[in-house]
């Protein structure tokens, strides 16, 4: 079931801001691109050299398989390159979704990589406040040196996680532009909220699955293809009349060889469907503790607030409930976009489009 827990607005007004020189790096014309997830889809397969290079090859096979039709080839020869030309449609397919959820994980990412940033930035002026207080109460003779020394290692580390943050929002950005083709720009606002896009996990029938995996998958469909031809030809050939020991031999071993790697395809597809069953199992678990954890941060801090308001608490304090709150519903949303895009993984093993369903 979709969780209701949103994030809650922000309510802390700091005056604190820390600058780490030569860490925002941003680009130099401080221009600002405003891009949803169906259009960076769009550009970043346009961009992917893997999705051209699966496009003339399938082209290219298309092109053989026709030319043989028309030059009335052998039978046995125009299937083998009927079926090459249809495991070459198949990869395309699973090259372009594959490349599509790249996309899909890179807009995600950035978007993980800017909370994560604006949650350090609030820890480290919560540290930096914890640290203000601590030196006060100490020259007050309320507190020990020790305690003081404990709040500058705090600072020391929110302060590390800044640059951290910094650091890894800057290079998401250079791979968000550079993987689609894009000028970088100082600022990308990313205008889909993934996590609305999940309406809920649903059934699976796992059979149905594998059955539409295999359908859709170029290696098993090779295999499939590959073993079948070997059959017939290892069937023709068995007549001493039209074939030497030497060809039926080498037949024998092609059959042999055939049904190997189309077992192989299968247990390796098989699996692959069970993992990522298993994955949405384990994240639809995932999804109801962070759930739960939202709830239980939502109920802490409606005591902080009451306790506030009665003068128990400092205004750090009240801050980092308020942070930790937010947090927790952070959380929440990370679940349901990671549940999202394990949905999309499924979808696109049994052959569906990713494109289009980020675009619903």
């Known amino acids: ?63 053989q398989w026709k030319r043989a039709v028309d030059e009335k080839k052998a039978l046995l020869t125009i299937e083998e390159l009927k079926n090459a030309a249809e495991t070459k449609r198949l990869a395309l397919q699973e090259t372009l ?12 990412g950035l978007g993980q990589a800017e909370r994560d940033l604006e949650a350090r930035q609030v820890s480290l002026s919560v540290a930096t406040e914890r640290l203000r207080v601590a030196k006060l109460r100490y020259e007050a003779g309320l507190t020990t040196k020790d305690s003081v020394l404990e709040q500058e290692n705090s600072y020391l580390s929110a302060t590390d996680s800044l640059v951290k943050a910094q650091k890894s929002v800057k290079q998401s950005k250079q791979d968000f532009c550079e993987n689609a083709g894009m000028a970088l720009v100082d600022k990308i606002v990313l205008t889909t909220d993934v996590s609305s896009l999940f309406t809920g996990a649903g059934e699976h029938d796992g ?25 017939r030809k290892n069937e023709a050939l068995q007549d001493p009349m039209i074939a030497t020991k030497t060809e039926r ?33 384990s994240l639809v678990r995932s999804l109801d503790m962070q759930t739960i954890s939202a709830q239980l941060a939502a109920a802490n801090l409606e005591v902080a607030k009451i306790r506030f308001s009665h003068g128990e608490m400092l205004q750090y304090e009240m801050d980092n409930e308020i942070s930790s709150a937010n947090q927790a519903s952070y959380k929440v949303i990370q679940a349901e976009t990671d549940l999202f895009v394990q949905l999309m993984k499924i979808h696109a093993l049994t052959g569906g489009d990713v494109a289009s369903l980020a675009a619903k």
């Open 97 to 108: 979704n594959n490349v599509a959820l790249k996309a899909v994980q890179a807009y995600v």
């Open 207 to 231: 059979a149905a699955i594998l059955k539409a995996a295999g359908a859709a998958s170029s290696t098993c469909f090779s295999a499939a293809a590959a073993e079948d031809l070997a059959r």
């Open 1 to 63: 079931m979709k969780s209701t827990c949103t994030p809650k607005t922000v309510g802390l007004i700091l005056a604190f801001v820390v600058v780490i020189s030569g860490i925002a790096g941003a680009a130099q014309n401080g221009s600002t691109m405003q891009i949803d997830l169906p259009k960076y889809i769009a550009a970043y397969v346009q961009n992917s050299s893997e999705v051209s290079t699966a496009r003339e090859s399938a082209e290219d096979a298309q092109t």
């Open 249 to 281: 031999e080498a037949a024998e071993k092609t059959y042999k060889d055939a049904k190997s790697r189309l077992a192989d395809a299968e247990k390796s597809l098989t699996s692959s469907v069970a993992d990522a069953l298993a994955s949405l199992e």
